[in-house]
């Protein structure tokens, strides 16, 4: 058994552990693998929107993160995101009504602040949220 071998052999356990180590951690770190507690709520991610005339028609300015499931609120109206296309995306009003509207990914200080969004059921596991304190 030569050093190469030695020191390679010695070392694959440690190297093991902290990998390991490290991968749980990280589980743990997820909000969406967390399970809320009595006093916690999941909330839908609600951000704002604001419009942009754009090639000559009315566009959404929402976050370039933007996904399925997603509340936003575009000058008192709020709608939730059903389906995203490249450059539109289908949302539903509060009423269920579906709309095409065109939208422009663009991350800046107005949509990039966290909302409260609505509560979700607890049997909806699908749905990107995030965990608050109360219910309120």
């Not at 009315?58 to 933007?66: E, F, G, S």
């Amino acid at each position: 058994m030569d050093r190469r071998m030695f020191l390679g052999t010695a070392a694959a356990p440690a190297l093991f552990a902290t990998t390991a180590v490290t991968v749980f951690a990280q589980g743990y770190d997820n909000p969406r693998r967390s399970v809320p507690q009595d006093h916690e709520v999941r909330r839908r991610i609600r951000r704002r929107a604001f419009t942009r005339v754009m090639d000559g028609r009315p566009c959404w300015v929402v976050p370039t993160q933007v996904a399925v499931g997603w509340e936003l609120v575009n000058a008192q109206r709020l709608v939730v995101v059903r389906v995203l296309e490249d450059r539109a995306a289908l949302v539903a009003d509060i009423g269920g009504a579906i709309q095409r509207i065109y939208i422009t990914r663009e991350d800046n200080a107005s949509n990039s602040q966290e909302l409260d969004g609505s509560v979700l059921e607890t049997s909806d596991i699908t749905t990107p949220s995030r965990v608050t304190g109360n219910a309120s």
